[in-house]
């Protein structure tokens, strides 16, 4: 049974910084995308980063460039995502998921479709 399993979430001030870790268990996630998704309240879960199986392929929301990195260490099964410089708009519950059927990012890496597994997300508050 696969497990993907979040944590780092919590409440920061307005320019502070999270690391989330998406940590995976149950079957090896070396060679697939993850990505990373958040819903606020009301509204729709939308797309956040994917990275590819290696690493070396990254794709990020718009309102994500510039500001959060996404990684992965796949001797750790774990995927992260740094945070920086939050602003109140990124209150979310933050979820990671994993696409078995991709080794690398697609166009539609985007797309909650693609993935197969999902965490229970976790927290983030940021506020002003």
């Known amino acids: 049974q696969v497990q993907l399993v979040e944590s780092g979430g919590g409440l920061v001030q307005a320019g502070g910084s999270l690391r989330l870790s998406c940590a995976a268990s149950g079957r090896s996630f070396r060679s697939i995308v993850m990505g990373w998704f958040r819903q606020a309240p009301g509204k729709e879960r939308e797309f956040v980063a994917a990275?590819?199986?290696?690493?070396?392929?990254?794709t990020y929301a718009r309102s994500a460039k510039d500001r959060f990195t996404i990684s992965r260490d796949n001797a750790k099964n774990t995927v992260y995502l740094q945070m920086n410089n939050l602003k109140p708009e990124d209150t979310a519950v933050y979820y990671c998921?994993?696409?078995?059927?991709?080794?690398?990012?697609?166009?539609?890496?985007?797309?909650?479709?693609?993935?197969?597994?999902w965490g229970r997300g976790t927290q983030v508050t940021v506020s002003s």
């Open positions: 990275i590819s199986g290696s690493g070396s392929g990254k």
């Open positions: 998921a994993a696409d078995w059927t991709q080794k690398s990012l697609s166009l539609s890496s985007d797309e909650e479709e693609r993935y197969d597994y």
